[in-house]
């Protein structure tokens, strides 16, 4: 079963924070974040393992809550270049890397 | 290294041909994997393979058959094309049960099936 993404898009101002969740219904062993624009491939941000870990890249990090099968990103003062639809993946067990299960993604339109 | 390369990048077809949308990878990846992308609906899994010679079904594998002869290349065929199967398709590989690394997504082929 797919993950649920919210909110589905947002729309920022540069310098202004926001937060996209990735809910599963189900036991999740790694959360995947990927950042697509439009007309490209989808562009690896960082893997989230079970176990509550929180990663970081740059101003965009993320943390996985195990007991809620939660993932969220937070995008920090955010920049012009974050624009982009946002997609987690979703794994339940350590060798199912090649067929994660996808949100249907969060549009982020940061403004000047 | 070139990663994971696809071809052709933009294809029409008529309902009713065939083609096969090619994908290979140089980082010796043991895991591929077709996806389809359509609008709002994020990304969903075709076929895979964790190996030559093996492969399976992912969520949406009606319509399309795929082979793995070589570690390298991974091709996906439509035997019969219809216009529901327009949509962008990616292939992507990775390590097979290395958790340090993730998915690498080739730059996609954009198909339209009149």
């Known amino acids: 079963q797919q993950p649920v993404q919210s909110p589905q898009a947002v729309i920022l101002r540069e310098g202004e924070d926001a937060v996209i969740n990735c809910s599963s219904s189900?036991?999740?062993?790694?959360v995947h974040w990927y950042r697509q624009k439009h007309g490209e491939a989808p562009v690896f941000l960082m893997i989230?393992?079970?176990?509550?870990e929180q990663k970081g890249h740059e101003k965009i990090s993320a943390s996985f809550n195990e007991k809620k099968q939660q993932s969220s990103l937070y995008l920090t003062a955010s920049q012009l270049s974050y624009s982009g639809t946002y997609f987690c993946?979703?794994?339940?067990?350590?060798?199912?890397?090649?067929?994660?299960?996808f949100g249907a993604g969060t549009q982020v339109v940061v403004t000047p | 290294n070139a990663g994971v390369t696809q071809t052709p990048k933009f294809q029409v077809l008529k309902t009713g041909q065939s083609m096969t949308l090619q994908c290979a990878q140089d980082?010796?990846?043991?895991?591929m994997s077709w996806y389809r992308q359509d609008p709002g609906m994020g990304l969903r899994l075709i076929h895979y393979?964790?190996?030559?010679?093996?492969?399976d079904q992912g969520e949406v594998p009606n319509g399309y058959n795929v082979s793995r002869s070589t570690t390298e290349d991974f091709p996906l065929r439509l035997l019969s094309a219809a216009p529901s199967q327009t949509s962008v398709y990616f292939c992507?590989?990775?390590?097979?049960?290395?958790?340090?690394?993730?998915?690498?997504f080739g730059p996609g082929t954009r198909l339209t099936v009149l």
């Open positions: 992507a590989s990775s390590y097979y049960g290395k958790s340090t690394d993730t998915q690498y």
């Open positions: 189900k036991a999740l062993y790694s």
């Open positions: 989230l393992l079970k176990g509550g």
């Open positions: 993946g979703t794994a339940m067990t350590t060798d199912s890397w090649g067929k994660l299960q």
């Open positions: 980082m010796n990846h043991e895991y």
């Open positions: 393979s964790v190996g030559a010679g093996i492969t």
